[in-house]
C-alpha cells in the first residue's frame, strides 16, 4: 500500500509557483478573500489559504462582513472587486449565511476572475473540455495527484461518491474527458443509489466525497483499489486537546491494507485544494495581463 502525501504534492506545487512569480516583473498577482461571518473552519481555511499566498509571493486581500450582511452589499464589493483592474482573482468562503443565496454570489463574480471555478461559464467550460477557464480547486486537485503519483485512469472504472459541484459531479467530468490524465470510465454514487456496495466494490479508483465520517468501509472496496479520500469531518475525541479529531469519509485502518494507494486524512487532498487555488490565481493573472 502507498500513501499518497498530497501535503508533499502541494508543497512542491507551491515551491514551483514561487519560483514563478519571483521572476515577474513590476505588480505581483493579487487574490481577494470575502468572508462572511466567524465560522471557525471559514476563518481557519482563509487564514491558510492567505498564509499560502503570502509564501508563494501573490497579494492577498481580506474582506471580512458580520453574518448579517445582506446579498445587496455582498454583491456590491464583489462588483467592486471585479471592477478593480489590480484585483486578479476573487473567492468568496462558502459556506455563506442561509438568508443569502450562495450559487448567486459566485455568478457575481467576473468569470476571468473566478478563481475558485464555481462560476456557471466555468462549469460550462469544463462541460465542453475548454482549458481556458478555471476548474474548481479540489476535483483539479485530485487530477493533479493522479497526474503526480503516475495512477492513470485510463480505461479504469472510478467509482466517485458524491454528487456536489464542488467534488463529485467536476472531478466526474474531469476524469471521462478525453484526455491523457483521464479516459475514465466514471460511476456516480449518491444517497439514493441503490446496492451501493455492489458499485463500489467494482472501483478500480474509488473517490469519497460524501461527507459522512468514515462511511467508506473494508467490505466496500476490493483489493487493488487506488483510495482518494476528500473528506474532512470532525469527530469527538476527548483524548485529543482540541476536543476532536479529523477523520476522512473512509475508515482508513479498515480499507488502507486492500488499497494499493490511498490518501490520508488529514495531510492528502485537503493540502491540494490550496495550491491549485494558488494556480487558478497566477493563471488568471497571465491570462488579465495578455
Do not use: W
Amino acid at each position: 500500500m502507498k500513501l499518497i502525501d498530497g501535503k508533499r504534492i502541494a508543497s512542491d506545487i507551491v515551491d514551483e509557483l514561487t519560483r514563478e512569480v519571483a521572476a515577474i516583473d513590476g505588480a505581483k498577482p493579487c487574490i481577494a478573500f470575502i468572508r462572511v461571518g466567524e465560522d471557525p473552519a471559514s476563518v481557519s481555511y482563509v487564514r491558510g489559504k492567505n498564509r499560502t499566498a503570502e509564501k508563494i509571493g501573490i497579494r492577498p486581500l481580506l474582506f471580512t462582513f458580520d453574518e448579517d450582511i445582506s446579498q445587496e452589499e455582498l454583491f456590491a464589493k464583489v462588483d467592486e472587486l471585479n471592477q478593480d483592474s489590480s484585483v486578479n482573482g476573487i473567492l468568496i468562503q462558502s459556506p455563506l449565511p442561509k438568508h443569502l443565496d450562495e450559487q448567486a454570489a459566485f455568478n457575481r463574480i467576473d468569470p476571468n476572475k473566478d478563481v475558485d471555478g464555481f462560476h456557471v461559464v466555468n462549469a460550462g467550460r469544463v462541460v465542453q473540455e475548454d482549458a481556458t477557464g478555471f476548474v474548481s480547486c479540489t476535483p483539479a486537485g485530485i487530477i493533479e495527484i493522479c497526474r503526480r503519483e503516475g495512477i492513470s485512469l485510463e480505461g479504469k472504472h472510478v467509482v466517485v461518491l458524491g454528487r456536489s459541484l464542488i467534488v463529485g459531479k467536476t472531478f466526474s467530468l474531469l476524469a471521462m474527458q478525453k484526455h491523457p490524465n483521464a479516459n475514465a470510465t466514471v460511476t456516480i454514487c449518491h444517497s439514493r443509489t441503490k446496492n451501493l456496495v455492489d458499485i463500489t466494490r467494482q472501483a478500480d479508483v474509488l473517490v469519497a466525497a460524501i461527507g459522512k465520517p468514515e462511511m467508506v468501509t473494508g467490505d466496500m472496496v476490493k483489493e487493488g483499489t487506488v483510495v482518494i479520500d476528500v473528506g474532512i469531518n470532525r469527530i469527538d475525541d476527548s483524548s485529543k486537546k482540541k476536543g476532536y479529531k479529523l477523520v476522512g469519509d473512509v475508515k482508513f485502518d479498515e480499507v488502507a491494507p486492500l488499497a494499493s494507494a490511498i490518501t490520508p486524512v488529514p495531510g492528502g487532498v485537503g493540502p491540494m485544494t490550496v495550491a491549485m487555488l494558488m494556480k487558478n490565481t497566477l493563471k488568471a493573472y497571465k491570462l488579465q495581463s495578455n
